[in-house]
């Protein structure tokens, strides 16, 4: 099926405009409510506009099923979850319940607009390139979560061509166990239709995360045994007709 040409276009181009004058609406509201807070008071409600103009429907499964206090955001945790489109991020931004920070690309903080409102909501660069400062991310993460703050990775650590699962990296498993937080896995299905790899064209459609039960910590022997145990929780979720 081709994809549409007009429609995206048009989306992407009045949506920059719309993502320009947020960011400005972002910092005006930053010295009141502080950076995250003028965020999510913003973000959210841009990305569901956006996400509409583009023919997304978003959904979420499973989320009712997860005790109270990980809904509620009381209890920190890690939410992984496979990769599968650009639009991952905020799309998740947009339809969890709680109020996550994520670990990003350090590339990202070099891109107008998107990249300052990222460093105005307080979220976690990590420059893959750089052992060191990458190392450094994730002991900012570490202190987040201590601290009582819900952590979502992508530990793929890109996207796929064809979406399938990427082998998952050890960073965000060797967090959770040391924090002793709980994994909770998530799959998305639909990204890859919605806006594959390399592509521009979006086409509208379903957006569906479904988070699946989480996984203590302390129930198993090392961070490379819940990696383990969270990637086929993963895999299942992605397999799961």
């Given at each position: 099926m081709d994809r549409p040409v007009l429609r995206p276009l048009l989306v992407w181009i009045f949506g920059a405009l719309a993502l320009a004058l947020s960011v400005?609406?972002?910092f005006l509201l930053a010295p009141f409510l502080g950076g995250p807070g003028a965020f999510w008071l913003v973000a959210?409600?841009?990305?569901r506009g956006t996400a509409r103009a583009f023919?997304?429907?978003r959904e979420l499964e499973g989320w009712e099923a997860l005790p109270p206090d990980l809904r509620s955001g009381?209890?920190?945790a890690v939410f992984i979850g496979n990769h599968t489109s650009l639009f991952d991020p905020p799309l998740m931004i947009s339809t969890l319940p709680c109020r996550p920070v994520f670990v990003a690309k350090r590339e990202l903080a070099r891109v107008p607009f998107l990249?300052?409102?990222?460093?105005?909501?307080?979220?976690?660069?990590?420059?893959?390139r750089?052992?060191?400062a990458a190392l450094a991310s994730l002991e900012e993460a570490a202190i987040r979560i201590h601290a009582g703050q819900a952590i979502v990775a992508f530990p793929e650590g890109t996207r796929s061509l064809d979406g399938g699962l990427l082998p998952f990296k050890k960073g965000a498993f060797a967090l959770a166990f040391e924090a002793g937080v709980p994994v909770v896995p998530f799959a998305i299905r639909g990204g890859p239709?919605?806006?594959?790899?390399?592509?521009w064209r979006v086409r509208?459609?379903?957006y569906r995360i479904t988070v699946a039960a989480p996984l203590e910590s302390s129930a198993y022997p090392d961070a490379d045994a819940l990696r383990e145990a969270a990637e086929a929780a993963v895999r299942g979720l992605v397999n799961k007709a």
């Open positions: 400005c609406l972002c959210p409600r841009y990305i023919g997304i429907r009381a209890r920190p990249g300052w409102v990222i460093w105005l909501a307080d979220f976690i660069f990590i420059d893959r750089d052992r060191e239709d919605i806006l594959p790899k390399g592509a509208g459609g379903l």
